[in-house]
C-alpha cells in the first residue's frame, strides 16, 4: 500500500519512540526538519561533480592515466553476447542451495554493461552506444534485477523465481538502479538521436523498479523500521544506492525531497543501532559494504546538499574509516572475526583514502598512500559508476601524497570489544569479547588470532562459499560458524550458543592484557556460573588462562586452538607449529591435558585459497573432572 509523505514522518516518529538505544545520535535527521530538504537539495543534477559527457578535455583530465585500460576493457565487450538468465537458473537455489548458477552470468552482464558505458565516457567517440544500449534494454527484459536468493529472503512468496511485476529492493537490484541511472544521465541525448523510446524505458524502469517501491515501502528490514532488527552493510549499501538514483533520476521537488530524507532517516537508524566506537563487527571483508558504503552514501549526500549536510567531522565515522586500518595485520593479513576472510577488506586503497581525506585521518591517508606506492592499484570498471568516478578523481592526489603510515601497537574498541595489539618478536595478537547475535555472527565470544611477521599461526578459519544454509535456520549447522572450531573451550562436553543473549561479562583490555568472562556465551547445559579466559602477551609469548567454576562437572572440558602449517602434537605438554618458517610452541601441563590433531579437510574454494587444502584443529582433552579451578597455557615464539 502506498503511503504519503505525512505517513511516512508518522511512521518515523512511531519507531524513532519504540527505538530506545542510542536513538538520539540522529546525525542526519537530528540537525535539521523534513522540510527543510527540499530547500537545500541541488536541483536538475547540477551537484554532479564530473564532466558532462561533451566536454573532452575534462574526461582526459579525470581518467588521465587510466584511459587508455578502461577503453580497453570496454573493447572486450564489443561483441559481447548477452546472457540470459533462466529459470532453472533462478530455482537453482531453492534446489541446493547454490547461489551462483544465477549470479555468475547477471555479473558477467552487469560488468559488460558497465565497462561499456565506462568506456564510451572516457573516449567519448559513440563508438560503443549501439552495445551499450543493447545491454541497457536486454537490462530492461529482466522480470528483476535483484539476485535469486534475495529474491528468496525478501519476496512475499520466498521462492527464488521473480514474479512478472518483482520490485525487491536490494543491495544488487539497487546497483544496477545507479548504473542504469548514470546512463540515462550521461547518455540520454545520445540515444535519443537514435530513438527516444530508449530513454524513456530507461528512466520508467529503474522509476519503476527502485524509486516508487523505495517510497512506497517500509517492510524491508534492511531498512531499519523494526528496531529490534540487527541493521548491517546492507542499510548504508542499498541506501546509497537509493539516493544516487533519486538525484540523478527524480525531476519533481516533492518526491525528490521524500525519497533523501527517507534515506537520511533510515541510515540514521543504522547508524544509531551499530556501535559507536567504529568498530565493524562484520569484520573486514565487509568494510567496504558497511562503513565504505557509509562513506560513499555521506559523500553523495553532501554533493545532493551542497555542503549543507556533512557529518564526516563525527567521532564515530571517522572509527569507522580507521577500523580498516587498525584491522591490518601486514602482507595482506586482516583480523578476520565473523564472515571474513583472512585476506580481504584492506586492499581498496582508494576508498580508503578517500575516506580518510574525508574525515581527516593521516592514519587511513598514509596507509593508502604508502601501500599504493608499492602495489600501483588502478580503478577497474565496475557497476558502482559513482564509486568508479570518485576513485578516478581521487587517484592523482592518492598517488602524489605523502606516505607516512606506522601501524598502531594497541587498539581497544570498547563497545564491539575488539582488542589489537603488537608485542615484541614480531607477534600481533587480536581477541574478542562481543556477542553471538553479531552481524555475519559466529560463535566465536572470546576467541583470538596470534600472528608471527604479519602471518597468522594460530587462526580464524573464516567462511566458506555462501549458500542457502548460510543464511538460515541451519547457519550453526556450517562448522565454520560453531566455537568449537574457534580457539575456545568446550565447557562440559557443550559448545557456545548463538543468540543475543550469549555474551562475553567482565571485559577488560590493557596495553599487553584481554579478559572477559566467558560463561554467558554457553547455554544452560554448560553447567558454568564463570569461565574467566585472559591472555597476557609479553616478551615473545602469550599467556593463555582459563579460571573456571562450574556448577557440577559432568564431562571433560577441552579447549581447541585452530591452526595451519606443519603441527606436531607427540611430544607430551608440547605443540610444535610452523608456519612458512615462523616457529611456535604451544605449551601445557601434560599431566593435565591429552592432546590430538584433528585435520580438517577444507573442499571449499574460498577457504582453501586462503589455506590451502587442509588445517588442523588442536584439542586439548583435560585428564579429570574439575568443578574449579585454572588451566595455563603459553605461545611462545621461537
Not at 83 to 93: G, P, Q
Not at 405 to 429: K, M
Amino acid at each position: 500500500m502506498r503511503r504519503t509523505f505525512a505517513a511516512f514522518i508518522a511512521a518515523i516518529a512511531l519507531t524513532s519512540a519504540l527505538e530506545t538505544s542510542a536513538a538520539d545520535r540522529n546525525y542526519l535527521t537530528g540537525r535539521l526538519s523534513s522540510d527543510q530538504i527540499t530547500e537545500i537539495l541541488v536541483q536538475k543534477q547540477a551537484w554532479v561533480p564530473f564532466p558532462a559527457y561533451s566536454d573532452r578535455n575534462g574526461w582526459d583530465r579525470l581518467t588521465g592515466s587510466c584511459r587508455a585500460d578502461i577503453i580497453a576493457a570496454g573493447e572486450k565487450y564489443l561483441d559481447y553476447e548477452w546472457k540470459v538468465i533462466k529459470m532453472s537458473d533462478y530455482l537453482e537455489y531453492e534446489k541446493s542451495g547454490n547461489r551462483r548458477i544465477m549470479e555468475v552470468p547477471f555479473d558477467e552482464n552487469n560488468l559488460a554493461l558497465a565497462s561499456l558505458f565506462e568506456a564510451e565516457l572516457a573516449e567519448g567517440s559513440g563508438r560503443f552506444i549501439l552495445q551499450i544500449i543493447n545491454g541497457a534494454i536486454h537490462t530492461c527484459e529482466m522480470t528483476s534485477w535483484a539476485l535469486s536468493a534475495h529474491i528468496h529472503a525478501l519476496g512475499p512468496e520466498r521462492r527464488a523465481f521473480p514474479r512478472e511485476d518483482d520490485t525487491t529492493l536490494e543491495i544488487t537490484q539497487g546497483g544496477v538502479s545507479q548504473m542504469m541511472s548514470w546512463i540515462y544521465y550521461y547518455l540520454h541525448e545520445e540515444f535519443d538521436k537514435i530513438h527516444p523510446d530508449i530513454s524513456r524505458r530507461i528512466k520508467s524502469e529503474v522509476v519503476r523498479r527502485e524509486l516508487d517501491p523505495y517510497l512506497r515501502e517500509t517492510g524491508y528490514w534492511w531498512m531499519g523500521y523494526n528496531p529490534h532488527i540487527v541493521l548491517n552493510n546492507w542499510n548504508p549499501w542499498c541506501n546509497s544506492n537509493a539516493l544516487l538514483c533519486f538525484m540523478l533520476i527524480e525531476d519533481d521537488p516533492e518526491r525528490l525531497a521524500q525519497g533523501v530524507w527517507k534515506t537520511m532517516w533510515s541510515v540514521d537508524q543504522y547508524l544509531n543501532r551499530i556501535q559507536g566506537d567504529g568498530g565493524i563487527e562484520e569484520g573486514p571483508s565487509y568494510w567496504g559494504h558497511s562503513a565504505g558504503m557509509t562513506y560513499q552514501y555521506l559523500s553523495a549526500l553532501r554533493l545532493a546538499t551542497g555542503g549543507a549536510v556533512d557529518i564526516f567531522g563525527v567521532d564515530q565515522i571517522r572509527g569507522m574509516g580507521e577500523y580498516i586500518v587498525n584491522s591490518y595485520v601486514g602482507d595482506g593479513w586482516v583480523v578476520n572475526f565473523a564472515d571474513a576472510s583472512a585476506r580481504g577488506g584492506a586492499s581498496n586503497l582508494n576508498l580508503i583514502y578517500r575516506f580518510g581525506k574525508a574525515v581527516g585521518s593521516a592514519h587511513m591517508t598514509g596507509y593508502a598512500a604508502q601501500m599504493q606506492k608499492v602495489q600501483q592499484r588502478r580503478p577497474s570498471p565496475t557497476a558502482d559508476v559513482f564509486g568508479f568516478l570518485e576513485a578516478l578523481s581521487a587517484l592523482g592526489e592518492m598517488e602524489e601524497a605523502g606516505s607516512g603510515y606506522d601501524a598502531p601497537q594497541y587498539v581497544w574498541y570498547p563497545e564491539t570489544q575488539f582488542h589489537y595489539a603488537r608485542g615484541s618478536h614480531g607477534l600481533f595478537f587480536a581477541a574478542k569479547g562481543g556477542y553471538n547475535n553479531e552481524s555475519h555472527n559466529h560463535n566465536d565470544v572470546g576467541s583470538f588470532i596470534l600472528c608471527a611477521d604479519d602471518l597468522p599461526v594460530f587462526i580464524d578459519a573464516g567462511v566458506g562459499t555462501y549458500t542457502a544454509k548460510t543464511f538460515s535456520e541451519h547457519r550453526y549447522d556450517i562448522w565454520t560458524m560453531q566455537s568449537e572450531y574457534h580457539n575456545l573451550p568446550m565447557i562440559n562436553g557443550t559448545a557456545q550458543r548463538n543468540g543475543a543473549d550469549f555474551r562475553a561479562r567482565e571485559v577488560r583490555s590493557g596495553r599487553n592484557t584481554f579478559s572477559a568472562d566467558i560463561a554467558g556465551a554457553y547455554p544452560e547445559e554448560a553447567g558454568v556460573r564463570t569461565w574467566v579466559r585472559s591472555y597476557t602477551l609479553k616478551n615473545g609469548t602469550l599467556d593463555i588462562t582459563d579460571s573456571f567454576d562450574l556448577n557440577e562437572a559432568t564431562a571433560l572440558n577441552k579447549v581447541n586452538f585452530m591452526t595451519w602449517g606443519d603441527v606436531d602434537v607427540s611430544t607430551p605438554g608440547i605443540v610444535r607449529v610452523s608456519v612458512q618458517g615462523r616457529e611456535m610452541m604451544l605449551k601445557y601441563n601434560a599431566s593435565s591435558f591429552t592432546a590430538v590433531k584433528e585435520t580438517v579437510t577444507l573442499d571449499d574454494r574460498r577457504l582453501s585459497d586462503i589455506w590451502g587444502p587442509e588445517i588442523y584443529r588442536v584439542s586439548l582433552t583435560a585428564t579429570k573432572l574439575q568443578k574449579k579451578g585454572t588451566y595455563r597455557f603459553s605461545i611462545v615464539r621461537q
